[in-house]
């Protein structure tokens, strides 16, 4: 196989202020080195490593919100009733599924451009 690891999703977004908020308060993320693009917005990482990069959209850019064809970008979560609260005190809204096979307890978020978030915390 060519591949050897997930590197990052790159998020073009409406607000990219708002969207590197979202993402640092509700997944805890952080706001890291950034190489010097024509373009503004910022690189999060999760540990070392630059997950999500948000690119700000021109005012022109006629995008609409949302994740196109991705339906949703997933990450293992580590501590449920935390994540639970932190995003209830941020007013962030969620919803729960479990994976009846696994008991696997998963939570869906969408960020500030209508990309949704997968969360799942294992059985």
């Known amino acids: 196989m ?8 790159n998020i073009r977004s409406a607000d990219a202020d708002r969207a590197r908020d979202f993402y640092v308060r ?3 993320l952080r706001v890291g080195d950034r190489p010097p693009f024509a373009s503004s917005g910022y690189w999060l990482y ?3 490593v630059p997950v999500v990069h948000l690119v700000q959209l021109a005012p022109a850019d006629a995008r609409q919100p ?3 064809r991705i339906d949703h970008v997933a990450f293992r979560g580590v501590d449920l009733e935390a994540t639970r609260q932190t995003l209830a005190a941020a007013g962030i809204p969620f919803r ?5 096979r696994d008991q696997t307890v ?3 978020i ?6 949704k978030i997968e969360l799942n915390f294992e059985g």
């Open 2 to 9: 060519p591949i050897d690891a997930f590197q990052h999703v």
């Open 66 to 68: 949302g994740s196109g």
């Open 110 to 115: 969408h960020d500030p451009d209508g990309v």
């Open 46 to 48: 999760l540990g070392e």
């Open 96 to 100: 729960e599924a479990i994976v009846l």
């Open 26 to 28: 509700a997944l805890g």
């Open 106 to 108: 998963q939570i869906f």
